[in-house]
């Protein structure tokens, strides 16, 4: 799926697949957060900046355009870059 150049559009997409609510995060220069988990299943774009994520001690650098997909409770840590970052999160309740 090509990233939607507008939030409105990504927001409307994930809706139509059924997530119950559609945000935008934005995160400052070299946020970290340690292992956690979250009670939704999310699936999210990277649009501006650059983030790890680190998932079964698998750490993936994404950049604008990344996509990621977590399911609901699993463990997993979050850093930013220099720049912090900003992206689109839908999240869905199980």
């Not at 680190?54 to 220099?82: I, N, S, W």
Request: charged fraction near 20%; proline fraction near 7%.
């Amino acid at each position: 799926m090509v990233t939607p150049l507008r939030f409105a559009e990504f927001e409307a997409a994930e809706r139509a697949a059924g997530c119950h609510e559609v945000l935008a995060r934005s995160w400052d220069a070299n946020a970290e957060l340690a292992q956690h988990t979250h009670p939704f299943h999310a699936r999210a774009v990277v649009v501006q900046g650059e983030m790890w994520l680190t998932v079964d001690g698998q750490t993936r650098h994404l950049l604008p355009g990344d996509r990621f997909e977590l399911p609901a409770g699993k463990p997993h840590a979050e850093r930013y870059g220099p720049q912090g970052a900003i992206y689109w999160v839908a999240r869905t309740n199980p």
